[in-house]
């Protein structure tokens, strides 16, 4: 699409802004919207709360799901006002309200004046530059946030009002066409989790030769199962069972020399990132026995997301001087009756996370966690070792190739995820003129996309 572009600049004097139409103002953020700071007790209130959790970054969207609750004071706006949160790992997340409520104290309420139109600054506020701007000003070293002082005195661009509508419309259209292709390529990323999870499930309870004789297992939602393989609870197979250690960290990657603490993210649906982690403080000794090393297989134990818990990964490599908390299992297996990485991919599998799920402890967003005499006694079906070897070699092959269709796919969300942000940030800061830009047609619109 060729967008065009303003003939008459000069320069703003703002380093990110750089040339601005020359036609638009330029006036302080705190001179042209006001902050809002009515707190109120949310157990006294009427009015539903939500959480910054449950605001989505970079696209200002209110999460579907359950809305959280949550005790003490929280911030009261009104429908129209900006919910901008403050803290830089929930940067980015802003939200234009239709409804009154309350938010947490964590988001500032900006309300616009009657020189600026709501959805141009939730645009204005969701733009990249302007977002990493405030990043940069963000101080403390475990929650670190941004301050209204510095945040009120940044430089805000104020087109006309026809202008502004008309950067309004234009986002709106163009924006709701890019989330609707994300939101394709995430329904194929779906699509290829539940083709894992079938593919795995069938594998490792069924075996690869459909021929094979099958028994009855016994178990009404597990079936049929190879006549040969053995059902057996998950305590014969473990040989130890480790849970981890939480101190309070420092909100950042441990350098080299520093020893770490991973998160319960660090494992993800059969993956280990040894980035997931906060720096353990040098007041504090490190239980040095706590400390990952490649082989080690290790299980989210306790997570706010029901979907993590019970995830499981081995350790392929590992840095130096991390440990896991106390929201993750270490487990040792006795490696002559179960391969460690079919141990892994039976995990994934659907008759073992029916299981986990029926474990798990805890209300939606809150501790949910599952005690280790429940994941004990889940019911495992084995086969003989080499078999369950040839099984792994299957299918790893098999859900290699997923996984690089998976990463391709995530590529193109990125890029489009990316030409969103940069296409906000271009209009709102006079990049681009979309002053005659006019909404295609339904007609128009079926001529482009059939060529």
């Known amino acids: 699409m060729q967008l065009s572009v303003y003939s008459d600049l000069c320069d703003s004097n703002v380093p990110w802004?750089?040339?601005?139409?020359?036609?638009?103002?330029?006036?302080?953020?705190?001179f042209v919207v006001k902050l809002i700071n009515q707190k109120q007790p949310v157990g006294e209130s009427g009015l539903s709360y939500i959480g910054l959790e449950h605001i989505e970054s970079w696209t200002g969207k209110k999460v579907d799901g359950e809305i959280s609750q949550?005790?003490?004071?929280?911030?009261?706006?009104?429908?129209?006002?900006?919910?901008?949160?403050?803290?830089?790992?929930?940067?980015?997340?802003v939200h234009l309200a239709d409804t009154p409520g309350l938010v947490s104290s964590e988001a500032l309420v900006i309300r616009p004046s009657r020189f600026i139109s709501s959805s141009y600054l939730k645009y204005y506020l969701l733009s990249r530059d302007f977002i990493n701007t405030v990043d940069s000003s963000t101080y403390g070293s475990k929650m670190p946030r941004a301050s209204w002082d510095y945040i009120g005195n940044l430089p805000l661009l104020i087109p006309s009002s026809q202008e502004q509508q008309a950067i309004v419309n234009f986002l709106d259209h163009k924006t709701a066409q890019i989330d609707a292709l994300i939101a394709k390529k995430q329904s194929l990323l779906d699509k290829l989790a539940e083709q894992r999870t079938a593919l795995i499930s069938q594998a490792v309870t069924k075996g690869l030769d459909p021929s094979v004789p099958m028994n009855d297992s016994g178990v009404d939602w597990l079936g049929e199962i190879p006549g040969h393989w053995q059902r057996v609870l998950l305590v014969r197979l473990i040989m130890r069972f480790e849970q981890g250690w939480s101190p309070s960290c420092e909100a950042r990657e441990a350098s080299k020399d520093e020893w770490g603490v991973l998160k319960s993210g660090c494992v993800n649906h059969g993956i280990f990132d040894e980035r997931q982690h906060k720096t353990l403080p040098a007041s504090l000794t490190p239980i040095e026995s706590l400390e990952v090393k490649p082989g080690n297989i290790l299980m989210c134990r306790a997570s706010g997301s029901k979907h993590l818990i019970g995830s499981v990964a081995r350790v392929r490599s590992c840095r130096p001087n991390l440990i896991f908390s106390d929201k993750t299992y270490r487990i040792s297996l006795n490696e002559n009756?179960?391969?460690?990485?079919?141990?892994?991919?039976?995990?994934?599998?659907k008759y073992i996370r029916e299981q986990i799920e029926l474990s798990v402890s805890g209300a939606d967003g809150l501790a949910n966690n599952i005690p280790q005499a429940s994941v004990k006694s889940y019911q495992f079906v084995l086969p003989e070792i080499d078999e369950q070897r040839a099984i792994v070699k299957v299918l790893t092959e098999k859900s290699d190739r997923i996984s690089l269709q998976e990463e391709k796919t995530k590529a193109v969300i990125e890029r489009l995820q990316e030409y969103r942000s940069a296409l906000i940030t271009n209009a709102v800061t006079g990049k681009i003129d979309v002053r005659d830009f006019c909404i295609p047609t339904t007609t128009e619109q079926r001529e482009v996309a059939h060529g």
Do not use: C, T
């Open 70 to 93: 949550s005790e003490g004071l929280a911030s009261a706006y009104a429908s129209g006002d900006i919910l901008f949160g403050k803290l830089r790992p929930y940067l980015a997340k």
């Open 17 to 30: 802004l750089q040339k601005i139409p020359s036609h638009w103002n330029k006036k302080r953020l705190k």
């Open 337 to 349: 009756l179960i391969d460690p990485d079919f141990f892994v991919f039976a995990m994934k599998s």
